[in-house]
């Protein structure tokens, strides 16, 4: 069995903006931490659901009509194959929910763009 | 889209121990809050895994031949199969995911078991 983790200690690895790490898995869901600043890309996931927990600071989730502005504790799931755009002001802790299969720019390869191999790092 | 949830105000929504709110989903994942006092009962998930990530106070997960001290913030995930009875001694705040199909006293029926609709209420 996986040893436990501890939220906030697991983003003492977390050094770089926009670049996820893998800190536990459910049901081949991967639990990843990340720090974000700035705005990332807009992208969608075309099969899959991802759950943004903000677990520090404050994120502006754009859609492609609206926006939604997201405080330390909210949960929100960006349906599968819905476009958006994370941007968050100043720096923001993230704990998110997605599949194995997940790309964090979705089919958008950017200079953030990071191999499942880097966020396992 | 379903709008965002707080988790701390979620916990609002619980009054009773041991009767888990849904308050999301991921990807058929169920994201569920929990209040827990006391111990549940031995159980199991045979085909599903079960994270537990403590959001206040204390919980121990005891296994068959060990226990894991579980303080806030930690996250571990039970392995489908694995035999566990979480034990609070004080109330303790829980997230739980979990697939739709995870009955959360495994194949255990107690006066404590809800169904999918009592969770949903």
């Given at each position: 069995?996986?040893?436990?983790?501890?939220?906030?200690?697991?983003?003492?690895?977390?050094?770089?903006?926009?670049?996820?790490?893998?800190?536990?898995?459910?049901?081949?869901?991967?639990?990843?931490?990340?720090?974000?600043?700035?705005?990332?890309?807009?992208?969608?996931?075309?099969?899959?659901?991802?759950?943004?927990?903000?677990?520090?600071?404050?994120?502006?989730?754009?859609?492609?009509?609206?926006?939604?502005?997201?405080?330390?504790?909210?949960?929100?799931?960006?349906?599968?194959?819905?476009?958006?755009?994370?941007?968050?002001?100043?720096?923001?802790?993230?704990?998110?929910?997605?599949?194995?299969?997940?790309?964090?720019?979705?089919?958008?390869?950017?200079?953030?763009?990071r191999s499942l191999e880097e966020q396992m790092s």
């Amino acid at each position: 069995m996986i040893p436990p983790i501890n939220l906030i200690d697991a983003f003492d690895r977390v050094t770089d903006y926009w670049s996820p790490k893998v800190i536990g898995e459910v049901n081949d869901q991967l639990l990843k931490v990340a720090k974000l600043k700035g705005a990332l890309v807009w992208h969608a996931h075309d099969g899959e659901d991802e759950l943004f927990h903000i677990v520090k600071g404050k994120l502006r989730m754009e859609f492609e009509d609206h926006a939604v502005d997201l405080k330390e504790g909210d949960i929100l799931t960006i349906p599968k194959g819905v476009m958006h755009n994370p941007v968050a002001e100043e720096e923001c802790w993230v704990l998110l929910v997605e599949p194995a299969s997940t790309k964090h720019t979705g089919d958008e390869i950017t200079d953030r763009t990071r191999s499942l191999e880097e966020q396992m790092s």
